[in-house]
């Protein structure tokens, strides 16, 4: 296979990969403010790349422990798999098997794993035990959700948005819902793509002064735009995209009752979704609590790309995991096939 058309296509595509390596190898992802408009982008076109090739050997050599003191379908799975498709090794421990800040203290979990492992994920809680977490460990720290953001959703997000619309520049994304971690890292994500970023959120469960500062900031250089309200039909009117998530989250379970009550009115249904252009996409990150947060039966409209969501954070996740432990520091030939 030497033939002149092959051989540029492998070093443009290798000297590509290695462009956002320089950037990211080594480093944690704690937060999508950890990251640059430049960096999703390629993020996004790594994983599409990615996704094409399927199983490779790039990280061979390479380990990956999934810490979780939350249950996941999706990150799990993702995770576990991405990891396996480039050629390395998961360890999944479970919240009884480690106890974080309990049976053993979150530096000493830290200190310890750095010494086994080339990168940790978690899921916790608190955004603050990923925090110590990353400040004990000598290894990359990867935010697998926390009660303050939840990165790979929203770079998995940008990734389908990105597949189904063809780009992102430009386009406005409502979400109808809760101010919580998913709605923070989309806003960032947003902010830093040059998109719009609508959040309709009653008073009380809007974002937070600090995400939203940071997303004006990031919106002002990267052409995008930023608006919050009460009003979901004002945020979905014209929108490209129209996204909800869960009103109540792990966590909140006593606040159950008292949620639903302020977010009575705030269901993504058809009524609302035909406020959106006429070719908009809806969005939901799963679980999806039918007849509550979105109307039963809208996950599975020719609108819904829910499905293609959950499966791109297996690609984001391939991705950045290349990236962060340096998969792709020898030309590709040796890996496409």
């Avoid at 190898?25 to 994983?47: M, N, Q, T």
């Avoid at 940790?120 to 460990?137: C, K, N, P, Y």
């Avoid at 989250?249 to 609302?272: H, I, P, T």
Wanted: contains cysteine.
């Amino acid at each position: 296979m030497n033939s002149p058309l092959f051989v540029p296509t492998i070093y443009v595509e290798y000297f590509f990969f290695r462009d956002i390596l320089e950037g990211m190898k080594g480093k944690d992802l704690l937060s999508v403010a950890d990251l640059g408009g430049e960096d999703i982008r390629l993020l996004i076109s790594d994983a599409i790349s990615l996704k094409a090739q399927g199983w490779l050997d790039m990280l061979s050599g390479k380990s990956l422990v999934i810490m979780f003191e939350k249950p996941s379908l999706r990150t799990r799975v993702s995770f576990e798999l991405a990891m396996r498709q480039l050629g390395g090794e998961a360890i999944y421990l479970s919240p009884a098997e480690v106890g974080l800040g309990g049976r053993e203290s979150v530096p000493d979990v830290a200190k310890v794993l750095s010494r086994y492992v080339d990168a940790i994920t978690a899921r916790t809680f608190s955004h603050q035990t990923l925090e110590v977490l990353a400040g004990h460990s000598a290894v990359p720290v990867i935010n697998a959700l926390s009660d303050w953001e939840h990165p790979c959703q929203a770079l998995a997000d940008l990734l389908t948005i990105s597949e189904k619309k063809g780009e992102l520049q430009g386009l406005t994304l409502a979400f109808v819902g809760d101010g919580n971690n998913v709605a923070r890292s989309l806003m960032l994500a947003a902010s830093l793509t040059g998109m719009n970023f609508r959040i309709a959120s009653p008073a009380d469960y809007a974002i937070d002064q600090e995400t939203l500062s940071l997303a004006q900031s990031n919106a002002a250089g990267s052409n995008g735009g930023i608006l919050c309200t009460d009003q979901p039909q004002l945020a979905v009117e014209g929108a490209d995209v129209v996204y909800t998530d869960v009103w109540t989250s792990m966590g909140q379970e006593d606040e159950a009752k008292k949620r639903r009550q302020a977010f009575a009115g705030y269901q993504v249904d058809s009524q609302l979704l035909s406020l959106a252009k006429e070719n908009a996409i809806f969005m939901h990150p799963l679980p999806a609590h039918h007849g509550e947060e979105v109307a039963e039966g809208i996950l599975d409209t020719p609108q819904s790309v829910v499905f293609d969501q959950a499966e791109n954070r297996l690609h984001i996740q391939k991705a950045l995991l290349a990236a962060i432990l340096g998969g792709l520091e020898i030309p590709l030939a040796g890996y496409y096939r």
